[in-house]
């Protein structure tokens, strides 16, 4: 799964899809909290459901792109600070068993319920996507 996402991502770059996509969509004209929070909401919930690292490989090329296209997000630090963001919102995901390898080896063992997963790991997601909006304002 993670050399899925490592190719999917590497495909969005080479072929200019994730060019295309910034291109074609009026990010401009977004404000810029909007922005930062629509690129880390999608992370936060793609990688609920599939693997964190290939979430972030998916998503990096165009938020890099994405950061590098609109010029207003130089005033909060660009691509850089817009890749860290979405790295950061990427890992909290915790939500279901398939979220982290991890979750998975714990609902295996069969102490475990679906809600219990579903409870904590909406509140550590939650925490954890704040905390990576704490340390963007810090960076």
Do not use: D, H, W
């Amino acid at each position: 799964m993670i050399s899925g996402g490592i190719a999917l991502g590497l495909g969005l770059e080479s072929t200019g899809l994730s060019q295309t996509l910034v291109t074609n969509i009026p990010f401009a004209e977004l404000p810029l909290l909007l922005i930062v929070m629509m690129a880390t909401l999608i992370g936060l919930l793609m990688s609920t459901f599939i693997s964190n690292t290939t979430t972030a490989n998916l998503l990096l090329p165009i938020r890099a792109t994405l950061g590098a296209t609109v010029s207003t997000l130089g005033e909060i630090g660009g691509s850089k600070l817009l890749v860290l963001l979405v790295t950061f919102s990427c890992s909290p995901a915790m939500a279901l068993p398939v979220s982290t390898p991890p979750n998975a080896m714990a609902y295996a063992t069969g102490l475990l319920e679906n809600r219990q997963i579903l409870q904590i790991g909406a509140l550590i997601s939650g925490i954890g996507l704040v905390a990576s909006y704490l340390l963007a304002k810090l960076l």
